[in-house]
């Protein structure tokens, strides 16, 4: 089994800063792309950011210039460093990552976590 964790959700006020962290656990040969996803209340999940293995990068429009994705492969961990917050970026933070669980397997296959609360407010 594979189980994607996430934290560093919160409150913070609008300009303030977030770090979301998502670690992978389990049976994990090797992880491909990982991404961030949010979903608000009443909208349809969309893309906040992917990065691939070798590290290219890719930002929804809402987030370009204020967000940025990393990796450690060696923790199988993604992050989020997320600037200059609005209030229009609060919702649920889920991460994603793209894993072989063996070198037998044909196609990785796709992760989520359960998702962590992001609120910015005043």
């Known amino acids: 089994q594979v189980q994607l964790v996430e934290s560093g959700g919160g409150l913070v006020q609008p300009g303030g800063s977030l770090r979301l962290s998502c670690v992978a656990s389990?049976?994990?040969?090797?992880?491909?792309?990982m991404g961030w996803y949010r979903q608000a209340p009443g909208k349809e999940r969309e893309l906040v950011a992917t990065i691939t293995s070798v590290g290219s990068t890719n930002y929804g429009d809402s987030v370009k210039g204020r967000f940025t994705i990393s990796r450690d492969n060696a923790k199988n961990t993604v992050y989020l460093q997320m600037n200059s917050l609005k209030p229009e970026d609060t919702a649920v933070y889920y991460c994603t990552q793209t894993i072989y669980r063996s070198e037998y397997d044909i196609a990785a296959m796709d992760y989520w976590g359960q998702g962590t609360q992001v609120t910015v407010s005043s």
């Open positions: 389990g049976s994990i040969f090797r992880i491909n792309a």
